[in-house]
């Protein structure tokens, strides 16, 4: 069985074949969990709420600038929005697969818009490029092998942070400034992000340096900036 699933021939497009081309994604968002959970014991977090926080929200990112913002005293409503604006690309993301959930009942287009993310999306397009059945089914073993990864890299985030008596002496509090640019770095496709960024990092420059607004909500702005012009982009 196990002989299959890493060695399974031809691909299928099946549950088990998501799963297993994710992997190599799945062990990048690992990294970015670790740093989560290292995060997350700034929040007083504990392990267990670490992971459930990963389990019902999976939103990677999104998870981890609202933490932030929690910490930097910003409040609850101000992080919720500030996650939601960073995750806007997912409406566009979830709508380019609308395909994929046509005529399914809504707790399987619930389930599988909860588990839609950055690595399965890319990867089913680059399966379907290749000529592969990738539909459904691959999008949901794909998703769920990334959240258990994340699940279990913000848990064990959390119990090696709690585990050192000093994680800043070994430098530890960077790792979330570290992880954060690998994840922005992932998330570069190429020349059509260039005016979405820009104008995010204009927005939010300007916002803090002109009109001096909290950097909570400057970060809000810029990302719905940036996700608008991303969808007018996407309309030329």
């Known amino acids: ?29 690992a990294v970015y969990g670790l740093a989560f959970g290292l995060l997350a014991t700034q929040a007083r977090m504990t392990e267990l709420e670490a992971g459930l926080m990963g389990g019902f929200v999976f939103a990677g990112s999104a998870q981890i600038i609202a933490l932030e913002r929690l910490i930097a005293g910003a409040g609850a409503a101000v992080a919720v929005i500030a996650g939601i604006a960073l995750n806007l690309r997912l409406l566009l993301i979830t709508a380019s697969l609308r395909d994929v959930f046509a005529g399914r009942p809504w707790w399987q287009v619930a389930l599988g818009v909860h588990l839609t993310v950055d690595e399965n999306w890319a990867l089913i397009l680059s399966a ?32 090696f942070a709690t585990a050192l008596p000093e994680p800043t002496a070994i430098g530890m509090d960077f790792a979330f400034v570290a992880a954060f640019i690998a994840i922005c770095r992932s998330l570069w496709r190429g020349k059509q992000d260039i005016a979405p960024w820009f104008v995010a990092f204009i927005v939010v420059f300007c916002s803090i340096r002109l009109v001096e607004v909290d ?22």
């Open 215 to 236: 950097p909570s909500w400057a970060l809000i702005l810029g990302g719905l900036s940036g996700a608008c012009m991303a969808g007018v982009c996407n309309d030329e």
């Open 128 to 159: 379907r490029a290749k000529g592969q059945n990738a539909g459904y089914s691959y999008l949901i073993g794909a998703g769920i092998t990334v959240l258990l990864a994340w699940c279990w890299a913000s848990v064990a985030g959390v119990f």
């Open 1 to 29: 069985m196990f002989r299959s699933f890493f060695y399974p021939g031809e691909c299928t497009g099946s549950f088990l074949c998501g799963a297993r081309e994710v992997l190599p994604l799945a062990l990048g968002a």
